[in-house]
């Protein structure tokens, strides 16, 4: 028996790096059922992220990562267009995972859950993974060419 029946987490999930994989990893390790929320490509422009992937892509390989490793469990992917996603819609979910770097999310989650007589989510925080330099694995990071997706030294880093 997992810790929860159902979880959400989000992401752009651009280039598919170690610390998305450890918050994959740890969502469906704690829930029976998981909702992945993708940034769709109108969003990620509207927060002025430079995208190399499409949703389409990105979509792919976030799928191809779940089946590849979680094929006996229940997931279910959905496009963001905001950053509440199903965690507003959904009034069975039990909890939301995030990383320390954006888990003030949470409390717009809820906000709005408590607007709409939803019961409130807990939040499950993980720490971000740490490339080889200490600093955290970032998609920008990767696109700068400092780190490659497993957080290996490209360049020096200031």
Known sequence: MKKYARIAVGGTFDILHKGHEKLINETFKLADEVFVGLTSDKFAEKLDKQLINSY?????????????????SSYKIFELSDYFGPA???????????????????????????KRGMPLLKAEVIELVRADDGKPISTTRIKRLEIDNQGNLLKKTS
């Open 88 to 114: 507003i819609f959904y009034e069975n979910l039990d909890a939301l995972i995030v990383t320390v770097e954006n888990q003030h999310r949470i409390n717009e989650v809820n906000e709005e859950r408590g």
């Open 56 to 72: 389409s892509k990105r979509s792919n390989k976030l799928e191809n990562y779940i089946r590849d490793n979680f094929s006996n």
